[in-house]
């Protein structure tokens, strides 16, 4: 048995932050019931689009929406809705990610869906927060990344702010979700009684500003742009050797002796024997390391960095990434599709001892499963 099969999701969510944070539960068991409107959620649109055998699916939806069952309401309707209430009472957990009020003008506020079932826990996840003056904005990633001061962390000095180039608010938020519900669970074994979890994208990202947030309300230390140098640690970065780019990361003075040597630098050197110095001298080391290695090979530095202990890789483009054994063997499942046969996806990053197999099915087919979902409900309606 995985740890949450016993437990029932009601998933309203849709698009990325609310699917990855009810996937984060159905890998763990959860039997995730996806609620999807008439047409499904947007993102079985998105691009890019996975064509085999004439059938074609969104492997943005497939990236979030793995070991779930779907089912079809229209909650504008009198039936939709009522169908809803029967889920929402026979479930654990229910997710949403509507605008605030929505539900509510619906006559389906999650207050109301507590009582009729008062151990369910409900989450919410939005784009700036169910409180505060800016609550009712909607939020998409790149616009909680900007509002969010993460694109003036991202990029190099002088450039413009950039987005990381992946939707990082949505899935941070749904990671902050999957942990509320988890902890609102825990608590309800004590209680009896479930709860409402709130988070939002927002929330997630100044939650993950950790010591920029902390040196600007404490210190006033305001940060910049630093490309792909760390701003407290030296030398911490990209460095360029004779025929490839490779990351280096120095993360204490022990590495620093052990380092320092393989690239022929004096660790004592009076400029450069602390870390302090060396942050307050980062380009001026990064030119002279750059000029050290520029004749030596990727794989001769890697190698030597290795055999010392310093933490070091190479920069891999995606393809390269699934290329490489250790991740292919290790962080990657196949999945049997109905439409599409074996597909190769992530896999979840959680591996529990006691459950050495992942749970494997496919993102679910529109609709794919209302009447196994709701036999129960037709009995107790009398058909």
């Given at each position: 048995m995985r740890p949450l099969e016993d437990l029932r999701v009601v998933d309203l969510s849709r698009a990325l932050a609310g699917p990855y944070a009810t996937m984060m539960l159905a890998d763990?068991?959860?039997?995730?019931?996806?609620?999807?409107?008439?047409?499904?959620?947007?993102?079985?649109?998105?691009?890019?689009?996975?064509?085999?055998?004439?059938?074609?699916?969104?492997a943005y939806f497939m990236s979030a929406n793995r070991n779930k069952r779907s089912v079809v309401l229209d909650l504008k309707t009198a039936e939709g809705a009522e169908r809803l209430r029967w889920l929402a009472a026979h479930a654990d957990v229910l997710?949403?990610?509507?605008?605030?009020?929505v539900l509510d003008r619906l006559g389906l506020g999650l207050d109301a869906l507590r009582e009729?079932?008062?151990?369910?826990i409900t989450?919410?996840?939005?784009?700036?927060?169910?409180?505060?003056?800016?609550?009712?904005?909607?939020g998409f990633d790149q616009i909680v990344q900007a509002e969010g001061g993460l694109m003036t962390l991202t990029g190099h000095p002088g450039s413009p702010p950039q987005r990381v180039g992946l939707p990082i608010a949505d899935?941070?938020?749904?990671?902050?979700?999957?942990?509320?519900?988890?902890?609102?669970?825990?608590?309800?074994?004590?209680?009896?009684?479930?709860?409402h979890v709130d988070t939002s994208l927002l929330a997630a990202v100044v939650g993950v500003h950790v010591f920029h947030g902390v040196g600007w309300l404490a210190a006033g230390v305001e940060p910049v742009m630093t490309g792909n140098r760390h701003p407290s640690i030296s030398p911490y970065g990209v460095f360029g050797c004779g025929d490839a780019d490779i990351v280096i990361a120095v993360g204490s003075e022990s590495l620093w002796r052990r380092f320092a040597p393989i690239v022929g630098l004096d660790p004592d050197r009076p400029d450069i024997a602390t870390n302090i110095d060396r942050v307050g001298r980062a380009e001026m080391l990064q030119k002279e390391i750059d000029d050290l290695l520029a004749d030596r090979t990727a794989d001769?530095?890697?190698?030597?960095?290795?055999?010392?202990?310093?933490?070091?890789?190479?920069?891999?483009?995606?393809?390269?990434?699934?290329?490489?054994?250790?991740?292919?063997?290790?962080?990657?499942?196949?999945?049997?599709?109905?439409?599409?046969?074996?597909?190769?996806?992530?896999?979840?990053?959680?591996?529990?001892?006691?459950?050495?197999?992942?749970?494997?099915?496919a993102p679910p087919a529109l609709g794919a499963h209302q009447d196994e979902v709701f036999v129960d409900y037709a009995a107790a309606q009398g058909f």
């Open positions: 763990a068991g959860a039997d995730v019931v996806k609620v999807e409107p008439p047409g499904g959620d947007d993102s079985r649109g998105w691009l890019p689009y996975v064509e085999r055998d004439g059938s074609t699916e969104s997710v949403e990610n509507y605008r605030p009020g009729l079932n008062p151990r369910l989450l919410s996840i939005n784009g700036f927060g169910s409180g505060g003056p800016d609550g009712n904005r909607p899935i941070l938020a749904g990671m902050f979700g999957a942990f509320g519900v988890m902890t609102a669970l825990r608590d309800r074994e004590r209680t009896g009684t479930g709860q001769e530095v890697l190698a030597a960095l290795d055999a010392a202990g310093v933490p070091a890789g190479r920069i891999r483009t995606i393809p390269e990434v699934y290329d490489w054994r250790h991740v292919r063997d290790n962080m990657v499942v196949t999945l049997p599709h109905p439409t599409l046969g074996d597909l190769d996806v992530p896999a979840s990053p959680i591996n529990l001892s006691g459950h050495r197999l992942p749970r494997c099915e």
